[in-house]
């Protein structure tokens, strides 16, 4: 690996095959689903996922949240954070061995490419050590051409999260949507041509606050230590379900570690070293000696699943869910703002009336009715009148409303009156505050 005084030390995983490899391949499927089947899927009409920054509005699941939900925002950022110190502090790093994209992506994309092209591993390394030549030159090009043709495709699939999939595959988006594309696409190449493992040891900040997440109890890889040593290759150690060192562990690591030097922050939980050990031990008898379990237990301690940290993490996530789910029991699917006309403060009528003029903005953003009636009222004035009309809006439609509110002066009347305007529907009312300009100790208006 590259240190901050070294050189690049190539990591070369050796393919493996196992019951958490097959494991890890349905959440990696899980994944790709969400990144590349859940953009072209819509539900009454908007899209299932798109988070569309413009237009500063998020559909997920056929609902639409916009800059007025953004407690929402708020409530899924808490929920996702205590979600990965919950599942951190029980499983340990499972995040990174089957649910991280640079996990998924290498896996499921870049190491078959290379297997296909180059061979695995041995294979490689004596192709890589043997110079330059015809043979490696045009593997090294086929590879890295495909290399490009994933990166391409995961930009893709990265930016029609928010510029859509139907428009951005269809050359109907943006240009700065395609300029993020390339930026992704390169980032990417750059990643799986060069980078790899060493963004887990040195840019994932993850490994580092690990330690402050996990404790003696959590989840880790382990290695058999009491009944692996001392190593020794022959019949000997096999017989008696030893570490014959054959280094099949290391082989097949793709952070390049030896896991019987113990626990290590490069370790991302993967599972490629228990296989490994597996199919090495099962044909001689043995149960493996690399396999989950955590510090307690290789102590002969009981491990506990719920203990302080878990039961804080719990009623956190519990609370937020909670809380979550009566917020959006109770949210109304529209948006409305109130604002004075331009140039308008307010005018005298003939008969005396003091008239204030708004502009009410309103949005629906209920997409399972095919028309919302919306009926205006006002509040907070003693005689006042509303002059306006009801009106109708489709799924996603707005429309700016103008509101005409006159009230006779009073002499007790302050210059300025608090003023509820309400916006009802059927599914809701919303009551917007604002003022009313009556016009006292400022001449007859004009």
Known sequence: MLGFSGTREWVYP??????????????FAGLHVLLFVAPWIYVSGNPLLRIDIPGRTVFLGGAIFTAADTIFLLMVLLFLAFSLFFFTAIFGRVWCGYACPQTVFLESWIRPIELWIEGDRLTRQRRDRGGMNFDRAWR?????????????????????????????????????????????????FWDFTWFREQFCNYLCPYA???S???????????????????????????TEGRCIDCNKCVAVCPQGIDIRDGFQLECIQCARCIDACT??????????????????????RVVRLWRGRTFVYAGLLATIAASTALLAANRIPFE????????????????????????????????DLESVSYVVTIDGIEGAELL????????????????????????????????????????????????????????EGS
């Not at 050796?14 to 959440?27: A, D, E, N, V």
């Not at 439609?397 to 009347?413: C, F, G, K, W």
Request: no cysteine; hydrophobic share 40%; proline share 5%.
């Open 14 to 27: 050796q393919s493996i095959r196992g019951k958490f490899m097959t494991l890890r391949r349905f959440t």
């Open 208 to 210: 580092r606050f690990q």
């Open 212 to 238: 402050a997440l996990a404790d003696d109890e959590s989840l880790i890889i382990t290695y058999d230590e009491p009944r692996g040593e001392p190593r020794e290759k022959g019949k000997a150690a096999a």
């Open 336 to 367: 409305a703002t109130v604002n004075r006309a331009p140039g308008s403060l307010y005018s005298v009528d003939e008969n005396g009336l003091v008239r204030n003029t708004y502009l009410l903005n309103v949005k629906n953003n209920d997409p």
């Open 388 to 443: 306006t009309q009801e009106f109708t809006l489709g799924p996603t439609e707005s429309r700016i409303v103008p509101l005409v509110v006159r009230a006779p002066r009073a002499a007790d009347m302050p210059r300025s009156v608090p003023l509820e305007v309400r916006i009802g529907s059927e599914s809701g009312e919303l009551v917007i505050h604002t003022t009313f300009a009556s016009g006292d100790d400022l001449g």
């Open 279 to 300: 199919s090495v031990m099962e044909p001689l008898n043995h149960p493996t000696l690399v396999a989950y379990g955590s510090v307690a237990e290789t102590e002969g």
């Open 140 to 188: 090294k090009a086929a590879k890295w051409g495909l290399f490009a043709a994933v990166s391409f495709l995961l930009g893709m699939a990265f930016v029609s999260l928010f510029s859509g999939a139907r428009e951005l595959w269809t050359g109907g988006a943006s240009r700065l949507s395609y300029t993020f594309v390339g930026i992704i696409a390169a980032a990417w």
